[in-house]
């Protein structure tokens, strides 16, 4: 941990009373300069958790009763309001915010300066202001970690039901879970991850050209 960072004060939430609440950290987690991450309130379960082996940079701020996984990186400034979850893998560049109660899936990749309103789908690159956009896969860092050409065709599949199809939704969810070509655990996860989203996910497509360049 470095200097002036703040792990394990109260929760800035009116609704706190003084109760006994917890910060769990895993192992091997970088915590950088002026860095805050608070504890649980009573309200969301009492608990916030870090996991393994994440890198916090500059004024990172994580609030009460979040959840985040292993091998995650968020950039300076990038903010989590409560109860947010974030999966393993995951990327949130400098200065993106992500609103309360919502998640983001694993190996999401989240641009700078991005405000995440709904569930940032996973395997996905979310860029943008107010709201952000889908622009494709994050392939560049699914190549990093090690996936396989199989699986990405698979993915890319699925996502162009998902964003470049006349296909709504619930429609382009039944026509990839009716496709035997698209059969995998990753484009399951995708499925189930939009199918249990109480907040509904972010699908809104970006431009033409973010399109293509994510899809290179």
Known sequence: MYSFASIGL????LKYKGEDTRLVIGRKNTFREFVTVHRGTAGGGG?????????FMNYVHVAHDCHVGDETIFGPHATLGGHVTVADFVNISAGSAV??????????????????TKDALPYA????GRPARVYGLNIIGLRRRGFSDETLVKLRHAYRY?????LNTTQAIEKIGSDPSLA?????YVVEFIRSAPRGVIIRRGGKRGDETAED
């Open 162 to 166: 998902l964003l470049q199809s006349k």
């Open 47 to 55: 608990l916030t958790t870090i996991g393994d082996r994440n890198l």
């Open 125 to 128: 690159r979310t860029v943008g």
């Open 10 to 13: 109260p929760p800035q939430d």
């Open 99 to 116: 609103h309360q109660f919502c998640r983001v899936g694993a190996y999401a990749f989240i641009g700078g300066y991005s405000v995440v």
């Open 184 to 188: 995998c655990k990753e484009v399951d």
